[in-house]
């Protein structure tokens, strides 16, 4: 069985960080692309980051572009979202995802349908 487990979420002040860890058990990640998503309250689930299996690959929402980061450790089957300069309209929950398996090493997505398998999400709230 697989299974996505988020953690790293919390409440930050505007313009403070945090990371977000995606730790995957069940199956190794090694040809997933993964990716992050958010919901705000309200709102639909929206794409935040993704990043190829390779690593080599990555994509990301404009409203993030610049202040967060995604990276994986395939060795440690866990993906990351580094969160910089957090803006309250960053306040959602946030959910890990896996879409796979591929050969190519450089598919990505931003689309959540072909997603496989999710996580039950981590709560990030930023206040003003």
């Known amino acids: 069985q697989v299974q996505l487990i988020e953690s790293g979420g919390g409440l930050v002040q505007a313009g403070g960080s945090l990371r977000l860890n995606c730790e995957v058990s069940?199956?190794?990640?090694?040809?997933?692309?993964m990716g992050w998503f958010r919901q705000a309250p309200g709102k639909e689930r929206s794409f935040v980051a993704a990043?190829?299996?390779?690593?080599?690959?990555?994509n990301y929402a404009d409203s993030v572009k610049g202040r967060f980061t995604i990276s994986r450790d395939n060795a440690k089957n866990t993906v990351y979202l580094q969160m910089n300069s957090l803006k309250p309209e960053d306040t959602a929950v946030y959910y890990c995802?896996?879409?796979?398996?591929?050969?190519?090493?450089?598919?990505?997505?931003?689309?959540?349908?072909?997603?496989?398998?999710w996580g039950q999400g981590t709560q990030v709230t930023v206040s003003s």
């Open positions: 069940g199956r190794t990640i090694n040809r997933y692309a």
């Open positions: 995802a896996a879409d796979g398996p591929y050969a190519d090493p450089t598919r990505v997505t931003r689309l959540h349908t072909p997603y496989d398998y």
């Open positions: 990043i190829s299996w390779s690593g080599g690959n990555r």
